[in-house]
């Protein structure tokens, strides 16, 4: 059994949904500390502008500090929802497939819940189904008990208790994973090559490190060939991801 274990992310870009794409169970990582200056409350669209941030805000003044991701609470004290539901919009409304995903988005924006795992874990859910990866299976780390331990040791852990075979991981965690203890606990470890063809654009030049929402609003049903590797001979091929943004 294929398993990847990712922090939960607002919106996160084409690689993310690679991974749940490829895996059998994806685990929403949700069980360990809150990082602000991470990707778990925002991400980037294009606009005619230049690249913009799509960030949603949480209680700060320190209430962050020591949380866990599962337990950050959204602060509704502005109307952040509905602007960004007006920025896609502004964005994107010529995008041949915007109509098609913006009512999809739309229940998820009207009445969001206070925690923000409880709004971007769904959400993120939502979006793979619409993709059509039908086969992975969803879990929460925080869902399974008696983990504990860090870095290497709680991700075998976790795979231990779900019974996994096959690890998946981004390849910018070569740099702390340690991949003997894998070894030793007879669990395969693949580290994923981020190499994926363009797709068309609404305002160049081309970035592939945006938000999945991009790749949808402009490809639609096309999008879920968009999370394969190219073909042999095919040269017009973005540039590896990982130091873009961090992934485990």
Do not use: C
Request: charged letters at 20%.
């Amino acid at each position: 059994m294929k398993v990847v274990i990712l922090q939960p992310s607002y919106l996160p870009w084409r690689g993310y949904f690679d991974q749940i794409r490829r895996a059998d169970l994806f685990i929403f990582y949700d069980d360990v500390q809150y990082d602000k200056h991470g990707w778990r409350n925002r991400n980037q669209i294009k606009t005619a502008q230049g690249k913009q941030w799509l960030t949603i805000p949480v209680h700060s003044g320190g209430a962050t500090q020591g949380l866990l991701i599962k337990d950050v609470e959204m602060d509704f004290s502005k109307p952040w929802a509905q602007n960004h539901l007006k920025a896609l919009r502004m964005s994107y409304a010529k995008a041949p497939f915007f109509a098609s995903y913006a009512a999809l988005l739309q229940p998820f924006y009207q009445q969001p819940p206070p925690l923000l795992a409880d709004f971007t874990i769904p959400l993120t859910e939502a979006l793979a189904r619409q993709m059509g990866i039908l086969h992975t299976q969803f879990l929460r780390s925080s869902q399974i008990p008696g983990i504990t331990g860090e870095k290497t040791a709680r991700l075998l852990q976790i795979l231990q208790a779900v019974g996994a075979d096959h690890y998946l991981s981004g390849p910018s965690a070569k740099e702390y994973i340690q991949s003997e203890l894998f070894r030793q606990a007879g669990i395969a470890l693949e580290y994923i090559d981020y190499n994926y063809l363009p797709y068309p654009q609404l305002h160049p030049p081309y970035d592939p490190y945006v938000s999945i929402l991009d790749l949808l609003f402009m490809t639609g049903p096309d999008a879920p060939g968009y999370l394969l590797p190219p073909s042999k001979g095919d040269d017009d091929s973005p540039a590896d991801h990982s130091a873009s943004e961090p992934i485990l």
